[in-house]
């Protein structure tokens, strides 16, 4: 008897739709597994049996051959498992209960069985199931552990199972497993971590004033300066003061996370991704590549910050694929297994050292480097790299200090600038004020002084363009109707060409 039973697979971050056909004729005793499988796929085999024949489930004799279609793609990952044990049940004559079905319904069955025939979870579950719900499948049954997840796409019923038998029960007679509350979390339902709309910062105002330049407008930051002066420590508290996601962004950027394997257990993700890979990060590391082409870095920070501590000490042929995806705000990679275009719409923050031994510059101690030694350091760092970041501050020796935990700041009011911000050392949760897809009028003194100032500063088209944004996000801070000349000088300030000849050339 032949029977098919829906599944799926994970390609990329994406969910893809795989046909689970069984097929048990007579011959002799054997299970063949067909249909372009990795080795972890052929490795069910095993899974299934032992899960089949320790849930109650008495196997049929002769030649069992399942088949995964499409056969032309490759199959890998542990979800096919339960899809295949039912598969084999209803080939041998053990027929669905109607009333596991409403109207219009056909299963959808994803998990991976243990020998004993409990349920575990699978990778990029989410992924399978929103792309299940495009396709106009209404039912789907999943590990109970993951119920939560796939309960995350609407207008799917699930039904969530400990272990094999508790679905056969299902199948046969309809009744759905009991799960505990802590099971399943209904859409609309999100567990965040707390985090702080206040940042207090002392010491540097030139530092303060462009980090809340850069968390209004979303622009990517480039942070020189001698070793201890807070660089690292700035980075991490803009990753943790970020603004919380949006209903659609969170589900996205769950979808991404649950693919990748990174997903925290019962938990949409509400706060926006930090990511901070050491420097010995390769090419896929970073992009994307590898087996079955994961996503790298720069789309586990989607909707998130980046952030390259010593990029100097990166290897420079990986920190150059970063220059489309800044552009682009996605990555396509193809290589042989086919080809993945993933999001990457990511805030790049980076700090390093203005020279090897790190201090040129500092008050602290004197620089060892000789003249050679600078260039050839700061030559890891490309041209094109750099000018796309739209902040470079220089980072001297810290006057001040951090605030010590359980230390408070006044929130500012709406209506205060951010150059009060800057001088009152208030920081409000300014995420995105800056950020909008109208700009703002641009004056002609504003314009005029540009133009001035680009070909002796040696601004590029796509200089003179960050140049902009940036003096756009100071006037939406400033409430200003316009951008103006003052604006732009401002902006100006945090431009690679007016740093220190000494630091990056």
Not at 240 to 249: H, I
Request: aromatic content about 4%; glycine content about 10%.
């Amino acid at each position: 008897m032949v029977t098919k039973i829906k599944s799926g697979a994970l390609a990329g971050i994406d969910g893809l739709s795989v046909m689970v056909e069984v097929d048990i004729c007579r011959g002799l005793p054997g299970f063949y597994l067909v249909g372009l499988p990795n080795a972890e796929v052929r490795e069910s085999r095993q899974r299934v049996l032992a899960a089949l024949r320790n849930s109650g489930v008495k196997l049929p004799p002769g030649k069992i051959t399942v088949n995964l279609a499409p056969a032309g793609v490759r199959k890998e990952g542990a979800s096919f498992d339960l899809a295949i044990a039912i598969g084999v049940m209803a080939a041998k004559g053990d027929g669905m209960n109607s009333l596991c079905l409403e109207e219009g319904e056909t299963p959808l069955f994803l998990g991976e069985l243990s020998l004993f025939g409990q349920l575990q979870p699978v990778r990029g579950l989410l992924a399978m199931v929103l792309a299940a719900a495009e396709r106009g499948d209404r039912l789907v049954v999943v590990p109970a552990c993951q119920a939560w997840e796939a309960d995350l796409a609407a207008g799917v019923r699930v039904v969530g199972a400990r272990n094999l038998s508790e679905v056969i029960h299902w199948w046969k007679t309809g009744e759905e497993p009991v799960l505990e509350a802590s099971r399943k979390l209904r859409p609309g339902t999100v567990h965040s971590r707390k985090t702080s709309n206040v940042l207090g910062l002392a010491g540097q105002p030139s530092l303060l004033k462009a980090a809340v330049v850069a968390v209004a407008g979303r622009h990517n930051v480039l942070m020189v300066g001698p070793p201890g002066t807070g660089k690292t420590r700035l980075a991490r508290l803009l990753g943790a003061n970020q603004s919380l996601l949006g209903p659609q962004e969170a589900l996205e950027v769950t979808r991404i996370h649950s693919a990748a394997g990174l997903l925290a257990e019962g938990r949409l993700m509400q706060s926006r991704p930090f990511r901070a890979p050491h420097h010995t990060l390769t090419k896929a590391g970073l992009i994307g590549g590898g087996s079955g082409l994961r996503p790298g870095e720069v789309t586990l920070a989607h909707r998130g910050i980046l952030f390259l501590d010593e990029l100097a000490e990166f290897n420079p042929a990986v920190l150059d694929v970063l220059r489309e995806p800044l552009e682009e705000k996605q990555i396509t990679l193809s290589r042989g297994g086919g080809s993945r275009i993933y999001p990457a719409d990511f805030q790049l923050v980076a700090a390093m050292n203005p020279c090897r031994c790190g201090f040129l510059g500092s008050e602290i101690k004197p620089c060892r480097c000789t003249l050679a030694e600078r260039r050839r350091y700061l030559s890891r760092l490309s041209g094109p790299l750099l000018d796309r970041f739209d902040l470079f501050v220089q980072v001297g020796s810290w006057e001040g200090e951090f605030l010590q935990e359980g230390d408070q700041l006044e929130v500012c009011p709406p209506g205060r600038t951010w150059r009060e911000l800057v001088t009152t050392g208030c920081w409000a949760d300014l995420q995105g004020q800056g950020h909008h897809k109208s700009t703002l009028k641009i004056s002609t003194q504003a314009k005029r002084h540009l133009n001035l100032i680009r070909k002796p500063l040696g601004l590029s088209l796509r200089s003179v363009h960050s140049c902009l944004r940036i003096a756009t996000t100071m006037a939406r801070l400033d409430h200003s109707k316009a951008v103006e000349k003052a604006h732009v000088l401002e902006a100006l300030e945090f431009r690679l060409e007016n740093l220190a000849l000494e630091v990056l050339t």
